[in-house]
């Protein structure tokens, strides 16, 4: 069974990090670009960052850029998105997804997700 599993969300406060951890199973990243994704309370999802399969290329949001940092380890099949100097804003819930390319949309349903909460 091909799945994505979210972890590492938490409640922090402003300015600190977390690091969130997607790991897959039944299927090898390999050959996946991964995105991120969020979607916080009464808004649609977003995009937050994509690496391709070669972890050669990575984009950001404008939101996110220069505090959260995409990377993977394709020896243990898993993706991690660290966030740092969070913001109340980037409370959401965060799920990872796999892509043919980062241009395009994710593939497959989505997980359970993890939930990300930036408050004093």
């Known amino acids: 069974q091909l799945q994505l599993v979210e972890s590492g969300g938490g409640l922090v406060q402003p300015g600190k990090s977390l690091r969130l951890t997607c790991k897959a199973s039944?299927?090898?990243?390999?050959?996946?670009?991964i995105g991120w994704f969020r979607q916080a309370p009464g808004k649609e999802r977003e995009g937050v960052s994509c690496m391709s399969s070669s972890g050669r290329s990575t984009n950001y949001a404008t939101s996110v850029k220069g505090r959260f940092t995409i990377s993977r380890d394709n020896a243990k099949n898993t993706v991690y998105l660290q966030m740092n100097s969070l913001k109340p804003e980037d409370t959401a819930v965060y799920y990872c997804?796999?892509?043919?390319?980062?241009?395009?949309?994710?593939?497959?349903?989505w997980g359970q997700g993890t939930q990300v909460t930036v408050s004093s």
């Open positions: 039944g299927f090898s990243l390999d050959y996946y670009a």
């Open positions: 997804a796999r892509k043919t390319l980062c241009v395009l949309p994710p593939i497959g349903s």
